[in-house]
């Protein structure tokens, strides 16, 4: 369903992201996991097609991002870190908003629109404005908004940063429903090593823009000789010892 090829940015002489490439299928959940400045929101939006990539293809259901971008962004719900919101309005107008942007119909709105702020428990504050929500309020309606056009991919970026427990419960149980049950590709990108654990079927590590290493956590336990949980993993290959490991990972011993 998200098909990435040899993606590649630079800024001017740094290179963010390097020759990366992976694919999600559907109702798979990939997390890219890594420090910060590993390249994840750079990945994260170009994939969303809101970055251009220096080089490097993304195929989105079928459609070239940079030749059909049309087609292949109808597909895809976008979660930014950083959302940004219009305060004046309240969460119900700012709906109407997405529905207007998305092309979903007012019949539709009105029928996905309550259920969504319900499922996000954001239905009490609908008609008060977004400026006097709380982050976590802000996050979740940015969530339920991206779900209002049906997207067959979600990319989404630290999607639990600045959620209390239940919230952060809450939308591990949401993105495994729509994977599981919808058949959602989801790509989501974390520095929270139990999230990348409880959420994802499979995890790329990404470092200094570079994926090192993909598999399942057994996989990635597996092949990294260490027996401790996904954070001890994480840290053996983002650490100093990187090189040591990486090339025990890569070898192949049979
Ligand atoms: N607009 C930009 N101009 C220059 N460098 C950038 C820009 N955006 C990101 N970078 C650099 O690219 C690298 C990856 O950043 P980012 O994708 O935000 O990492 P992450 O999301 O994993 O923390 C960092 O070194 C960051 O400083
Ligand atoms: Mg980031």
Not at 31 to 40: D, V
Not at 164 to 177: Q, T, Y
Request: aromatic residues 8%; charged residues 25%; contains cysteine.
């Amino acid at each position: 369903m998200i098909e990435i090829i040899n993606l590649t940015k630079r800024y001017q002489h740094h290179t963010a992201v390097d020759d990366l490439s992976l694919r999600v299928a559907p109702g798979e959940i990939f997390g890219f996991l890594g420090p910060n400045g590993a390249g994840k929101t750079t990945t994260i939006r170009m994939v969303a097609g809101a970055l251009a990539p220096t080089s490097g293809e993304i195929i989105l259901g079928g459609h070239h991002l940079a030749r059909a971008p049309r087609p292949a962004k109808s597909l895809v719900g976008y979660i930014p870190d950083r959302p940004f919101l219009y305060e004046k309005l309240s969460g119900w107008e700012f709906f109407e908003f997405l529905a207007d942007l998305y092309q979903v119909a007012r019949p539709a709105l009105a029928d996905r629109g309550p259920k969504l702020l319900e499922l996000f428990e954001l239905s009490d504050w609908c008609h008060d404005l977004i400026e006097n929500y709380s982050h976590g309020m802000k996050q979740r309606l940015i969530m339920a908004g991206a779900l209002l056009p049906r997207p067959r991919i979600l990319v989404v970026d630290e999607p639990i940063v600045g959620l209390d427990p239940r919230g952060a419960k809450l939308v591990v149980d949401i993105f495994r429903h729509l994977a599981d049950q919808e058949g959602v590709a989801i790509l989501v990108s974390t520095h929270t090593m139990s999230l990348a654990s409880r959420l994802c079927h499979r995890i790329g590590i990404i470092f200094k823009g570079r994926l090192e290493a993909v598999g399942t956590e057994d996989e990635l336990r597996a092949r990294s000789g260490q027996d401790g949980d996904l954070e001890d993993i994480f840290l053996k290959i983002t650490d100093g010892g990187a090189p040591q490991i990486l090339s025990e990972l890569f070898t192949d011993h049979d």
